[in-house]
């Protein structure tokens, strides 16, 4: 989902510049026999100082980011207020998956997400200070501009925690066997960022959630269609086990250089219930107008545009990552900007 926000963000700073303290080279939790232990006021200056040199690297990483010209018509105050959301849900995911800052080279697997769940616990109590009367103002940066972003906008907190959440499950789950079990997922990972950009843009109701929802769930879809390769190079597998079965594919044929007829019909089929579910919500759009109509019309345009593109690819997903070019994902954008569907 972050390379929807990450289009919406055209003010390239994303917020973490630093924090209150700084790392000062220690190991997260003290040695590496610790199991990544962070306990008492010591431990969360370090977690906080871990944070931050990850929050660093996440600006690094917006700023090499490309951002269409035409969402820079986006009123200044919501592109300020989707950065600040860009910035802390980028935060979440590469705690949950980058290198982290301290940990010895030769730290175990069990020491690794160990510290991985414990930096997510600190950063999930941060959150919750964002929304305690009197708390003190959080440690990182990119935290205090999320609490300038949730008082001017009312974002509600469940979405925030929901995003932490899901990469805790990142840490414990590498397969699904269900869609539903995928779907459940996706709640986590993929529709609370639809639902905070509504409550940015002022147009949070609940059917527009739940049509955001339908809409955020096939566009995750869609990204571990794309990613399959990348996915099971990280030890994960996001396409249901039953689905494989039904399919006949194996994990060995996903890590192949290129997709059997079978993993392209698997391709197509999850694919196929992605487009469905986008349709089905597009209608969406048409409750909207003006600036907040273009953002999310083109959204909704970046997940048909991909899905063209697979199509194009013949579904072949592990000879290359299928990317839309620019004319489809304009030319989709404008359409449902003016169908509002």
Same mark, same amino acid.
């Given at each position: 989902?972050?390379? #929807?926000?990450? +289009?919406?963000?055209?003010?390239?700073?994303?917020?973490?510049?630093?924090?209150?303290?700084?790392?000062?080279?220690?190991?997260?939790?003290?040695? &590496?026999?610790?199991?990544?232990?962070?306990?008492?006021?010591?431990?969360?200056?370090?977690?906080?100082?871990?944070?931050?040199?990850?929050?660093?690297?996440?600006?690094?990483?917006?700023?090499?980011?490309? #951002?269409?010209?035409?969402?820079?018509?986006?009123?200044?105050?919501?592109?300020?207020?989707?950065? /600040?959301?860009?910035?802390?849900?980028?935060?979440?995911?590469?705690?949950? %998956?980058?290198?982290?800052?301290?940990?010895?080279?030769?730290?175990?697997?069990?020491?690794?997400?160990?510290?991985? $769940?414990?930096?997510?616990?600190?950063?999930?109590?941060?959150?919750?200070?964002?929304?305690?009367?009197? /708390?003190?103002?959080?440690?990182?940066?990119?935290? *205090?501009?999320?609490?300038? /972003?949730?008082?001017?906008?009312?974002?509600?907190?469940?979405?925030?925690?929901?995003?932490?959440?899901?990469?805790?499950?990142?840490?414990?789950?590498?397969?699904?066997?269900?869609?539903?079990?995928?779907?459940?997922?996706?709640?986590? @990972? &993929?529709?609370?960022?639809?639902?905070?950009?509504?409550?940015?843009?002022?147009?949070?109701? +609940?059917?527009?959630?739940?049509?955001?929802? @339908?809409?955020?769930?096939?566009?995750?879809?869609?990204?571990?269609?794309?990613?399959? !390769?990348?996915?099971?190079?990280?030890?994960?597998?996001?396409?249901?086990?039953?689905?494989?079965?039904?399919?006949?594919?194996?994990?060995?044929?996903?890590?192949?250089?290129? !997709?059997?007829? @079978?993993?392209?019909?698997?391709?197509?089929?999850? &694919?196929?219930?992605?487009?469905? $579910?986008? %349709?089905?919500?597009?209608? $969406?759009?048409?409750?909207?107008?003006?600036?907040? *109509?273009?953002?999310?019309?083109?959204?909704?345009?970046?997940?048909?545009?991909?899905?063209?593109?697979? +199509?194009?690819?013949?579904? %072949?997903? $592990?000879?290359?990552?299928?990317?839309?070019?620019? !004319? %489809?994902?304009?030319?989709?954008?404008?359409?449902? #900007?003016?169908?509002?569907?």
């Amino acid at each position: 989902m972050f390379a #929807f926000i990450s +289009e919406l963000c055209t003010n390239r700073r994303v917020t973490g510049a630093g924090a209150s303290r700084t790392a000062g080279g220690g190991r997260v939790g003290g040695g &590496a026999d610790s199991g990544g232990d962070v306990d008492g006021a010591d431990g969360h200056q370090e977690a906080v100082a871990v944070a931050a040199q990850v929050s660093l690297a996440v600006a690094a990483k917006a700023s090499a980011e490309n #951002f269409p010209v035409a969402l820079r018509v986006l009123p200044r105050r919501w592109r300020a207020n989707l950065t /600040a959301l860009y910035g802390f849900a980028r935060l979440v995911d590469d705690i949950g %998956d980058e290198p982290l800052p301290g940990l010895p080279d030769d730290a175990t697997e069990e020491t690794v997400t160990a510290t991985r $769940l414990q930096l997510l616990d600190e950063l999930d109590e941060e959150v919750r200070r964002i929304y305690r009367p009197g /708390a003190p103002e959080p440690d990182l940066a990119a935290l *205090r501009e999320l609490k300038r /972003a949730v008082r001017e906008t009312g974002i509600p907190a469940q979405p925030l925690h929901d995003l932490i959440q899901a990469n805790r499950q990142d840490q414990l789950v590498t397969r699904y066997d269900t869609y539903a079990e995928l779907a459940d997922y996706c709640r986590l @990972s &993929a529709n609370p960022v639809g639902q905070v950009v509504l409550y940015i843009m002022g147009a949070a109701t +609940e059917e527009r959630i739940a049509a955001s929802d @339908s809409i955020c769930t096939a566009l995750q879809v869609i990204e571990h269609c794309q990613d399959v !390769a990348e996915d099971l190079g990280n030890g994960r597998i996001y396409l249901p086990r039953q689905d494989m079965d039904a399919h006949g594919v194996t994990e060995a044929d996903l890590a192949r250089p290129t !997709a059997s007829a @079978s993993v392209r019909n698997l391709i197509k089929f999850e &694919a196929g219930r992605a487009g469905r $579910l986008i %349709d089905g919500a597009a209608p $969406l759009v048409g409750t909207l107008r003006g600036a907040a *109509r273009l953002a999310i019309a083109g959204y909704l345009a970046g997940g048909r545009a991909t899905l063209k593109a697979m +199509e194009a690819g013949g579904y %072949d997903v $592990l000879r290359a990552v299928p990317r839309p070019g620019k !004319a %489809d994902t304009l030319v989709a954008m404008t359409s449902c #900007f003016i169908k509002g569907r």
